[in-house]
């Protein structure tokens, strides 16, 4: 009999890649969708008539408890947040309630309906935010930046708190930036990406953003979700960071971004004072030597590898959407 995996979250980045790989591991696999006028499929679009697709709300704890006694998941996978930094500070208290008590909501779903369960909670690197040690690791203290950041790190904590009070196995993963051709037009990435393709296709002459200083430790979705699904295979629970262990400007990955497309970006690039977040978060790297070790994991996906990945995608999504235009 198959495994049942629960996704809150699987209409996102991470979500897709991770339905992905369970049903290619042979799961059940049961997406959590909000009921919306507008949810956008296009994601799981490529998957959609092998998921089972549920209503629910991590605002709305009877609609999970519901699910889980209706549903039985034996992995429950919890992706679903106001997961974007900038706009946590404008809605700090909905970033608050999805993020934070969301997750509080969602355990307690699982320790009312189903003990048994296996939880993971997808934590952040932005919860060390102002980092007092680098590279960070397990055990480095939190000091969030944002009130994403302090969202997430309220949900890390009680995952901690239900674990040690219940006796659940419940695990974090405290991932570092990862992105893909899936990531939202919103980040700076795919904000990077999509405006090179555009560029190159002769739509747009320029790309307007923040701080071009900001270093990030940057991955591959595609292989992170791999250690989430690991976490939850371990007889013990545990948190772990999950990163590649490199830094990388947002200067450098426009270079590598614009060079891929045969461009200059500082020909391109224009520094917008609108797009500085009211508190940064400077120098964000990993240390997973503790995934290596004890979840046999690894990234697989050099970062020069995922920036061509993804100008190559938005060229081609681009060059589409002009062809259906014309």
Not at 37 to 52: K, P
Not at 212 to 241: E, I, K, N, S, T
């Amino acid at each position: 009999m198959s495994k049942r995996a629960l996704i809150t979250g699987v209409t996102g980045q991470d979500g897709s890649y991770l339905a992905e790989l369970l049903l290619a591991k042979g799961y059940h696999v049961i997406g959590m969708v909000r009921r919306s006028s507008t949810v956008n499929f296009e994601r799981i679009g490529h998957l959609q008539d092998d998921l089972e697709l549920v209503p629910g709300d991590l605002l709305d704890e009877v609609s999970m408890i519901h699910i889980m006694r209706e549903h039985k998941p034996d992995e429950v996978y919890n992706l679903a947040a106001q997961s974007f930094v900038q706009t946590s500070f404008g809605q700090p208290v909905l970033t608050g309630e999805t993020t934070a008590l969301g997750v509080t909501r969602l355990l307690d779903a699982i320790r009312l309906a189903d003990h048994d369960v296996r939880f993971y909670q997808a934590s952040s690197s932005e919860m060390f935010g102002k980092v007092v040690e680098v590279p960070q690791r397990e055990s480095t203290p939190f000091y969030p930046r944002s009130p994403y950041g302090v969202a997430k790190l309220y949900g890390h904590w009680i995952t901690v708190n239900y674990r040690e009070s219940y006796d659940m196995h419940a695990s974090s993963g405290i991932l570092f930036n990862h992105e893909s051709p899936r990531r939202g037009l919103e980040f700076v990435t795919r904000k990077i990406a999509n405006g090179v393709a555009r560029i190159k296709l002769g739509l747009d002459a320029e790309i307007r953003l923040g701080n071009l200083d900001a270093q990030r430790d940057w991955g591959f979705a595609g292989d992170y979700v791999d250690a989430m699904w690991r976490m939850l295979q371990q007889d013990v629970p545990g948190d772990f960071v999950i990163s590649t262990d490199e830094t990388h400007s947002v200067r450098e990955f426009c270079e590598i971004a614009f060079s891929r497309v045969d461009l200059n970006w500082e020909d391109h690039i224009v520094i917008d004072e609108r797009f500085f977040r009211p508190a940064e978060v400077d120098l964000l790297v990993g240390d997973a030597t503790h995934a290596r070790t004890v979840l046999g994991w690894q990234p697989k996906t050099p970062f020069r590898d995922l920036v061509h990945m993804m100008v190559d995608a938005d060229l081609d999504n681009v060059a589409r959407q002009q062809r259906e235009l014309s």
